[in-house]
């Protein structure tokens, strides 16, 4: 295939509702990445060598190497922030009811864990504020998001990407408001809260936005001129429809929502991503009137989320970033024929008019065959072409 457009081009021009020569290709940061198990099986299969590198321990996240990036025509690159100097983070082994653990305590105060004889993801152990009362966040230890030394380096790393490269920009994930917030309470004491205790949830859910707000204000001061793509993110939605009612949505989450969209859109003329898992069609009207661009991961196994209604209905309005192939029951088990079937079709219903940028429905599990892995990128970019 010739193409007439370098990456950056290309993603922007898509981004922008216009046609570019192809649909862009992504293979995802913290989100629609790769599992280490099924990143270390696909070098194999293509005879790459490469010293693998956990991104995301919780999520057990590869960091592909730039060969596969290439091979798989990837146009989009990724700068991330880390954590300040004074958080000293790590992942420590402890025995537990005869297993060894490996544990992981973040910057909030939540504990992630995961077995050893079970090395695929780290589930919360810990929830720090699972028996506090509202009088207690006033004492809680919440970090800084301004702290500057999050985002030491990452100006020079920008800069050589734009200025060596011709990938587009994308920060890591971040502005995480409300899933933060279940973290540290746990998810079903946070449920309750929102029936019983909503006072506690507005509290939990301001320390977070201000949090955030800090955070992208330095972060932007360093790279806000040099990002094409912000991703944020938080998971709203289920199989079937929201995760919460929507009631509750909208009087207390969407507000600290858009305050974030705002702002980071104060800062930069980058597009806002926003990632959530599900259904969330129902959502996808408050979704844009926050300020966001760019839906991911385009969840299409879900409730009332065909690709071809979503492009019909919100098409010319949002960007698809992601629904490319079906990653619980088609990119597992499907034969690689079936997977590129699979991929044409969503590709031919999201790519029509530009608004659409190629990725699997979230991450790549482990166990997934890397034949299927080659097929859906290859058939991505054979059918993408406009």
Known sequence: MTTAMTSRQRVLTALNHEVPDRVPIDLGGFQ????????????????????????????????????????????????????????????????????????????FGVVWSMPDDQPFYMDISHHPLADATIDDL?????PRGDDPTRFAGLRGEALRLREQTAYAISTGIGG???ETCWYMRGLERWFMDTVENQA??????????????????????????????????????????????????????????????????????????????GS??????????????????????????????????????????????????VLSFASPAQVREHVRANVEALKPGGGYVFNSVHNIQAGVPAENIVAMFDAAYEYGCY
């Open 138 to 142: 006033a004492d809680y230890p919440f």
């Open 32 to 107: 629609t990445g790769i599992h280490r198990k099924a990143y270390i099986d696909l070098l194999n299969h293509l005879g790459i060598e490469d010293d693998v590198t956990i991104m995301d321990p919780v999520q057990q996240l590869a960091r592909p190497c730039e060969e596969v990036l290439r091979r798989f025509h990837v146009d989009i690159r990724y700068v991330f922030a880390h954590g300040p100097d004074s958080f000293q983070g790590g992942i420590e082994q402890n025995t537990r009811d005869g297993r060894l653990w490996h544990d992981l305590a973040d910057e």
């Open 280 to 329: 969330v069609v129902s959502l996808i009207p408050d979704l844009l009137d926050n300020g966001i661009d760019i839906l991911n991961p385009v969840q299409i196994s879900a409730a009332n989320m065909g690709p071809r209604e979503l492009k019909r209905r919100y098409g010319d309005r949002l960007t698809f970033w992601g629904g490319g192939i079906d990653t619980q029951h």
């Open 176 to 178: 995480v408001v409300y």
């Open 200 to 277: 506690f949830c507005e509290a939990l859910l301001d320390r977070m936005l201000h949090f955030w707000i800090g955070y992208y204000r330095e972060f932007m001061k360093e790279i806000g001129d040099l990002v094409d793509v912000v991703m944020i993110g938080d998971d709203i939605g289920g199989q079937t429809g929201p995760l919460f009612s929507p009631a509750f949505y909208r009087t207390v989450v969407k507000p600290r929502q858009k305050k974030l969209v705002q702002h980071i859109k104060s800062l930069t003329s980058a597009k806002i991503w926003y990632h959530t898992c």
